[in-house]
C-alpha cells in the first residue's frame, strides 16, 4: 500500500482525501477527508480574475492541509485545480501560493482529464458490466462522462452552481424570469455535451458532488448529513423534482436552517437543484444513483 493525498481544487470548494491505495488492485483506504468551502471561483465569471480575498481563503485551507499530510506521513501528493483555475487570467498568483504552501504545483487539468478522473473514483466500486453515464455538477463547470469499465466519451462544458448564481440570481427566492435563464443556459450546455456523449443511452446515471449529495439528503429527510446514508443512495425523478421545487420556493434563511444544507452551499444550491432536474429529464433517467466517491478518489488513484 502506499499513502497518498490528493486534492482537488474547484470553483466552490477545495478537497483533501489522504488513503492508502493499493496500485495493483486499486484497493483504497481512507485515512482522512475533509473540505473546506472557499470559493476560489467568487466573480471569475464576471471579471476572469481570482479575487484576492478567494484566493486568501484557499491558501488558509491549504496550510490546514498541509499540516495533515505532514502528521498522517503521506509519501505523495497530487494537487489537481479545476475550472475556476483554469479561467483565471492571474493563475499564476494561484500557483505560486500552492507552491509555497505545499511544496507542489497545481496541475490545472483540462475538463477531459477532470471528467476522467471523476469516472475512475465515481465508479471504482461498481460493477464493470453496465454502460454509465457519470455526471460531476461542481462550481463553475459540469462533466459528462459515459463508459463501462473505462472512459469511452467525455465532455465538460461551463455551467456549475456558482457560474450560474453568479449570473442570473439577484432576488431571493429567485423569480421566474431568473429560474428560466439558469434552465436556458443548462439546456444549451446540454446540447454541447451532447455533441460529445451519448448522454441519452446509458444503463445507470451517476451524479456526484455536493449539489447532488446535499438533494440526496433533502431527499432522504435526515436530521444531519451522512455520507454513509448518501453514498450509493438512489434519489427518484420524481424526489429530485420535489426537492428542486421545495429549493426554488425558499429563502436563503429558510435553506439556512435546513442542517444537511452546508453553509457555503446555502445561496448556490438552488442553481445546482436545477442543473441535476435538467439532467435527468433530458436523460430520461428513472433515478440517480449519489456517489461520495469522486474526482478525489480518481486523483488518490491515479498517484498510486
Known amino acids: 500500500m502506499t499513502r497518498v493525498a490528493g486534492i482537488d481544487c474547484g470553483t466552490n470548494s477545495i478537497r483533501l482525501l489522504v488513503a492508502d491505495v493499493h496500485p495493483e488492485t486499486g484497493e483504497l483506504v481512507e485515512l482522512d477527508r475533509r473540505m473546506t468551502i472557499v470559493r476560489l471561483g467568487q466573480g471569475v465569471d464576471r471579471t476572469g480574475r481570482l479575487a484576492p480575498e478567494a484566493l486568501e481563503r484557499t491558501f488558509a485551507a491549504c496550510r490546514e492541509y498541509a499540516a495533515v ?5 503521506a509519501e505523495r501528493i ?7 483555475s483554469r479561467d483565471a487570467e492571474n493563475r499564476d498568483e494561484f500557483v505560486n501560493g500552492v507552491v509555497e504552501i505545499l511544496g507542489v504545483e497545481p496541475e490545472v487539468i483540462t475538463g477531459d482529464q477532470e471528467a476522467a478522473f471523476s469516472f475512475a473514483g465515481a465508479t471504482c466500486e461498481l460493477p464493470g458490466t453496465e454502460t454509465y453515464l457519470v455526471v460531476d ?3 463553475g463547470s459540469t462533466e ?12 465538460s462544458v461551463d455551467i456549475g452552481c456558482v457560474r450560474l448564481t453568479e449570473r442570473h ?20 450546455a446540454l446540447d454541447l455535451a451532447a455533441e460529445a456523449v451519448p448522454i441519452d443511452t446509458a444503463d445507470v446515471l451517476v451524479g456526484l458532488a455536493g449539489s447532488v449529495t446535499t438533494v440526496a439528503a433533502l431527499s432522504l429527510g435526515l436530521p444531519a448529513y ?7 443512495s438512489r434519489v427518484s425523478a420524481e424526489q429530485v423534482a420535489e426537492v428542486t421545487d421545495r429549493l ?22 438552488i442553481a445546482g437543484a436545477l442543473v441535476l432536474r435538467e439532467i435527468v429529464e433530458r436523460v430520461g433517467a428513472r433515478e440517480v444513483v449519489v456517489s461520495e466517491h469522486d474526482i478525489l478518489d480518481g486523483i488518490a488513484l491515479s498517484v498510486a
Do not use: C, N, Y
Not at 78 to 84: D, I, L, Q
Not at 149 to 155: G, K, L
Open 144 to 155: 459528462f462522462v459515459t463508459g463501462t469499465d473505462h472512459v469511452q466519451a467525455a465532455r
Open 69 to 73: 499530510i505532514e502528521e498522517l506521513g
Open 137 to 139: 455538477i461542481g462550481g
Open 169 to 188: 440570481v439577484r432576488h431571493d427566492p429567485p423569480t421566474a424570469e431568473e429560474i428560466e435563464a439558469i434552465r436556458a443556459d443548462v439546456r444549451a
Open 226 to 232: 451522512d455520507s454513509e446514508k448518501v453514498h450509493h
Open 78 to 84: 497530487r494537487f489537481v485545480a479545476t475550472s475556476a
Open 248 to 269: 426554488l420556493a425558499s429563502t436563503h434563511d429558510e435553506r439556512a436552517a435546513i442542517p444537511v444544507i452546508h453553509p457555503g452551499r446555502i445561496d448556490v444550491i
